[in-house]
Structures are given as C-alpha cells and as structure tokens.
C-alpha cells in the first residue's frame, strides 16, 4: 500500500481542480479521508481545509472516519428493493451480527443501503470498496450468499439488441481499437470535413440530446464554437445516476473506442484541445475500461497531439464521481471537476459561455456523443432513416423490472411501448399494473397507454416523458407505495440543499409517503403542494421533477391515501 506521502507526492504542482482525483486515491487506499490527510492536502492543493471537508461531505462515497476494511452497499431503490434487495441487506446483517451500517468488531465488514448503482437490470445489485483495492460493482446478489464469495460474482450479461450504437455489445466483452478501427470518422473530419462540416453534418439530423432535457445537439455545439474565449472545453456527462437508468453504461463497458470517437469529434468542432469524462464513482469497470482506451488511443497517436498530423491536439481526462446524482446537473458537474461541492449554478450565463472554469463549454451525455462517427463517416441523412421527423435516429433505452428480458435496447422511435416489452423484453411477468416511464424522474403509464408511440413528442403529448430512457416494469404484484417511498427516500438523499424549496420539500415528501398506509388527513393535497411548489421554485432539475412520480401517481390511482376507504 502507498503512503500518503507517496500518494501526494504527483499533485505537488496541482491545484484545487485536481482535489477530486486526490481524494480517491486516498479513500481508496487507507478507507478514508482523516484529518491528517486533509491538512497535507490543504498545503498540498492550496485548498482551505474547512472547502476540503465540504467536498468529503458531499459524496456518500468519501468518508472523513475510518471505515470497514470491505463496506457492502447494497442498492435499495425500487428494482432492487423488489427483487429482495432488503433482505440481502437483512441476511448479510444477520451473517455478520451486525445492524446496517455498523462496522463488526474485527473491522472486516459494514452493510449499507445505498441508492441505484446502475444495475437494475441484474437486480439486486451491490457495490463493494476494500482498503487498497478499486470498488467491484457486482450482481445479482443473493440473500444466501457467503460474504467472502461476493467478489466472484462480478461477471454476468446484458441483454442487448440493435447494430448502431449497441454493435457487437454482449455484456461481456470489450471492444478493442483493432476492432473498433482507426477512428475514421475523425480523419474524415480532419481532412476532409472541418469543423463547421461537423457541426453542419450533426444539424441535418436534428439530433437531440439523450440525458433528458433534449436540447438539440448542434445549436449547442455552433453557440460554443462561435462563443467568445479560450479555452473551450468538451465534458461527457457520464454521471448516470437516475433510478433505473443503465444505458451508458452498457456503451462505456463495451464500446469504449466510439465514445472517445464522439468526444473528440465534438472537441474539434467547437475548437476544444482538453475533455473531460466524468463518470460516476459507482461504474469502476466502466471507468477502467474508458481509461484503458484512453492509453491505447494515445498510444496510436488518435487523440494526443497533431492528431492525423494536423494542428488539432486533445487531451482526455476522466474525473470520476463519488456518488452524487446532483453532478449529472450540468453546472453541478462543472463545479466538482474544479474541485468544489457540487452545487448548481444559476442560469444564465448558460455553459455555451460561461461553462467550466468559467470558459466555453459543451456538455453531452455518452449515448449523444456516441452517434456522432456515425452521423460524421455516413452523413446525417443516414442518421435520420431511423426514428420519425421530430424523433430522429436511434434510442437506447434501459428495461428493468417485471420483464422477462430485462436490458439496453436500441429502438428506433415510433414503436409503441407495447411492442418494446413484447418483441424485445419477452412480455410481462404476470399482469402488467403500471411503467414508470423515465425514470425515478418520470410519470407512471397505465395499461391502457402501452400503446404510445414512443417518441419525444408523443410522449410529451400525454404528459411523459423519455428522460433518460429508463423504462420500469411493474406488475400486479408492485406495492405503488412501496415504490414511491423508495423514490421519496432517493430524493431526500440526492437534494444537495442549495434552494430551500428542494431542501425541505424533498424531507416533507420524504416523510408523507412513510406514513402513506396510515396516512393523516390532508395528505394528497400536502403532497400536490409541495410537489408543484418544488417544480416551480427549486434552483435545478433535481428539484423541479423529484415530484414528478408521485404527482403522477396521485393522478393515476386517486384512492392511494385513504383514511377507512376514504381519500384523504
């Protein structure tokens, strides 16, 4: 094992931006982040020691005391939770004699719940960080199983579907640069194209971006370009954190080669020569994999400087996350790569102009990235013979739950919700009840809507939406309760309490759906208020749709808080 010396020993000549990083490599060596190791940091850095802590504080992955030598976080949000994710956490607890989150006497193991770790689609799943070791994602888990085995259950496979973006993904394997080529939708650009080409070629395809907010993706990029200052940056919002969301991490784990494609081509268009990845600290493997492409590609001389022997150089950097679903915010990300709390800015100035360091910036997320050397080597026409006119090109989008093949899917938009979950999913386990269609951000569908094409505009015209393409299944045996505690609970989590109307209407929230099957007198009218207060007055995202759920299960099942048979 390092010491900390040793471990602080190449930041001597960095600053606060490089405090993310820094602490990672201590938390991952020694379990935690103590008080020495924050003063050598604060002199180190240059950072005040009181900032430090801050930051510490903020990530659930980071801890200021000392910790079990293995923590095991089980995910108890609502795929897992009702796959039996409690008790797995009840049987491990009982094997260990311990309660959660308490650490065994030896100081071997703790037990945690913890929020969506991105594997719902091999519920329940659990990630588990060792003293000198990098995290290991793993499922499924299972309540009988001996703690020392868990770290031999990491392999297991995606069911996946599609030849675009999803080309050769089976869950297991990774792609290669001799497999994926020589990046030869960047040379095509480099050569032949330009930058305004690029950015000509993406708006013919009247792409949209595939986080959630479908902003369209070239006016963003033409907005950066012509944007005053340098530098300009590239970030990739790899920050997948949304309840039932896993798509991107399907693409990162196995075709690494084509997001680094779709981040340089980005980086050329809008005249950016550094990029950041920033993954969330709960995807190890994922960041693994993307760092090893990262060496192999520079290795060939495909991202690095003079690329194809131009005058275009770009450096690629990962940051990594440690869980935080606030820092898929835009601005919230910007502010922990530069080494702060993830807290929100206020818009404007929007990131075309006042991004990260304050300079230039697009951010995308990895599955837009991703269609980029496709849209570039084949023209964006190409792009557009999938999907419908407001909806065009592919879509990935993530099943779980009651479905007997849960998994990424490439779809093109226009197929009703009906057709997914028979032709791709295998049907319904039992009588279907609801979807959330999504995500922990989305609105419940019913039965009768399984037929809805599936669209950005078709479902914005019955009031849902895609977001971040997360799809969960329920059936007849779903306690809606249940589901949207575990939501609530998710959310009072993830607030990070900047604005007040997220801060305490999350809590409130939280709280009305605890009591949700003895509920009080004037519960459903507390919860639409809070709800529409903190859509309409919350700082960011998180806040203007942590209501969205339950807002739409009050609408779809009006008897769900009942006094006696009464609604109250």
């Known amino acids: 094992?390092?010491?900390?010396?040793?471990?602080?020993?190449?930041?001597?000549?960095?600053?606060?931006?490089?405090?993310?990083?820094?602490?990672?490599?201590?938390?991952?060596?020694?379990?935690?982040?103590?008080?020495?190791?924050?003063?050598?940091?604060?002199?180190?850095?240059?950072?005040?020691?009181?900032?430090?802590?801050?930051v510490i504080t903020f990530y659930s992955l980071f801890s200021a005391n000392p910790t079990a030598e293995t923590v095991i976080r089980v995910c108890t949000d609502p795929i897992c939770g009702m796959a039996g994710a409690g008790e797995v956490v009840d049987g491990l607890c009982h094997q260990l004699h311990i309660r959660h989150d308490e650490t065994t006497p030896d100081g071997k193991y703790a037990v945690s719940p913890t929020t969506c770790l991105g594997l719902c689609d091999h519920a329940p799943a659990a990630l588990i960080s060792q003293h000198g070791h990098r995290e290991l994602a793993v499922a499924p888990v299972i309540p009988e199983t001996d703690v020392s085995t868990l770290?031999?259950?990491?392999?297991?496979?995606?069911?996946?579907?599609?030849?675009?973006?999803?080309?050769?993904?089976?869950?297991?394997?990774?792609?290669?640069?001799?497999?994926?080529?020589?990046?030869?939708?960047?040379?095509?650009?480099?050569?032949?194209?330009?930058?305004?080409?690029?950015?000509?070629?993406?708006?013919?395809?009247?792409?949209?971006?595939?986080g959630g907010a479908a902003f369209p993706t070239a006016t963003k990029w033409k907005m950066t370009r012509q944007a005053m200052g340098q530098p300009k940056y590239v970030v990739c919002n790899a920050d997948e954190s949304e309840v039932g969301t896993f798509k991107d991490r399907v693409l990162m784990e196995g075709r690494p080669h084509l997001i680094l494609e779709g981040v340089a081509l980005c980086a050329y268009a809008i005249?950016?020569?550094?990029?950041?990845?920033?993954?969330?600290?709960?995807?190890?493997?994922?960041?693994?994999?993307?760092?090893?492409?990262?060496?192999e590609a520079t290795q060939m001389g495909l991202l690095g400087a003079n690329i194809f022997g131009s005058d275009f150089s770009l450096?690629?950097?990962?940051?990594?996350?440690?869980?935080?679903?606030?820092c898929g915010e835009e601005t919230a990300l910007f502010e922990a790569i530069e080494g702060n709390r993830g807290f929100p800015r206020i818009k404007p100035p929007y990131p075309t102009t006042h991004g990260l360091f304050q300079k230039p910036t697009v951010v995308n997320n990895v599955e837009t990235l991703s269609t980029i050397p496709g849209i570039v080597e084949h023209g964006g026409e190409w792009f557009k013979q999938w999907g419908t006119e407001k909806s065009?090109?592919?879509?990935l989008v993530s099943i779980s739950g009651h479905v007997h093949r849960p998994g990424v899917?490439?779809?093109?938009?226009?197929?009703?919700?009906?057709?997914?979950?028979?032709?791709?999913?295998?049907?319904?386990?039992?009588?279907?009840?609801?979807?959330?269609?999504?995500?922990?951000?989305?609105?419940?569908?019913?039965?009768?809507?399984?037929?809805?094409p599936l669209t950005f505009e078709d479902l914005r015209a019955i009031r849902s939406t895609f977001g971040s393409g997360a799809i969960m299944v329920f059936n007849e045996t779903a306690n809606i309760g249940d589901i949207l505690r575990r939501l609530g609970r998710f959310f009072k989590h993830e607030s990070c309490g900047k604005c007040f109307p997220c801060q305490l209407g999350t809590q409130r929230q939280m709280e009305i759906l605890e009591r949700a099957d003895a509920p009080l007198m004037g519960d459903r009218e507390r919860l639409r208020d809070i709800g529409l207060t903190m859509t309409e007055a919350s700082l960011c995202g998180l806040g203007q749709t942590a209501a969205s759920a339950v807002l739409s299960a009050l609408e779809k099942w009006p008897d769900l808080l009942t006094v006696k048979g009464q609604p109250v």
């Open 1 to 54: 094992m390092e010491s900390l010396a040793e471990i602080l020993a190449p930041y001597q000549d960095r600053r606060r931006d490089a405090l993310l990083p820094l602490l990672w490599d201590i938390q991952t060596a020694f379990g935690h982040i103590g008080p020495d190791a924050v003063h050598q940091i604060s002199h180190t850095l240059r950072v005040p020691e009181a900032d430090i802590y801050g």
């Open 392 to 395: 065009t090109g592919t879509k």
């Open 271 to 295: 005249g950016a020569t550094k990029a950041y990845i920033f993954i969330r600290g709960e995807y190890p493997k994922a960041t693994q994999r993307l760092q090893l492409a990262i060496d």
């Open 315 to 326: 450096e690629i950097e990962i940051r990594r996350g440690a869980g935080a679903y606030m």
């Open 409 to 452: 899917y490439e779809i093109s938009p226009g197929m009703s919700l009906r057709q997914l979950l028979e032709a791709f999913c295998g049907g319904v386990m039992g009588n279907l009840q609801t979807v959330l269609m999504g995500g922990a951000a989305g609105t419940f569908l019913t039965p009768d809507q399984l037929d809805v």
């Open 151 to 210: 770290s031999g259950l990491a392999s297991y496979q995606s069911n996946v579907s599609g030849e675009i973006l999803l080309k050769g993904v089976d869950g297991k394997h990774v792609e290669s640069l001799a497999e994926y080529g020589s990046y030869r939708a960047l040379h095509y650009a480099i050569t032949t194209l330009g930058p305004e080409g690029v950015i000509g070629e993406v708006e013919k395809t009247a792409l949209i971006g595939r």
